[in-house]
């Protein structure tokens, strides 16, 4: 059974960062497409950044330009680097692998709280 295990979640005031890490187990990370969700109180889930095997990224238009996705493949690790934080990018933040044949698994999620 895969697991992503996510942290760097916390409270930070308006304008702060906060840096979260995902390391999935077993070996899926080389195969898999690596991305960040996010979910409101009271909203549905959102994705907010993707990137594939080959380092392609993607973002939501509400996080371009502030969040930076990025994976280390000597760490088997996917981050999410959030500067200029809001109020609004207070979520639950998921770590989701998508494995294709292998499968799709997503984390636990970690609490990001924004103060204003």
């Known amino acids: 059974q895969v697991q992503l295990v996510e942290s760097g979640g916390g409270l930070v005031q308006a304008g702060g960062s906060l840096r979260l890490s995902c390391v999935p187990s077993g070996r899926i990370f080389r195969i898999a497409t690596m991305a960040w969700h996010r979910q409101a109180p009271g909203k549905p889930r959102e994705l907010v950044a993707v990137i594939t095997t080959g380092g392609t990224t993607t973002y939501a238009d509400s996080v371009k330009g502030r969040f930076t996705i990025s994976r280390d493949t000597t760490k088997n690790t996917v981050y999410l680097q959030m500067n200029s934080l809001k109020p609004e990018d207070t979520a639950i933040y998921y770590c989701?692998?998508?494995?294709?044949?292998?499968?799709?698994?997503w984390g636990q999620g970690t609490q990001v709280t924004v103060s204003s």
């Open positions: 989701y692998a998508g494995a294709g044949y292998f499968g799709d698994y």
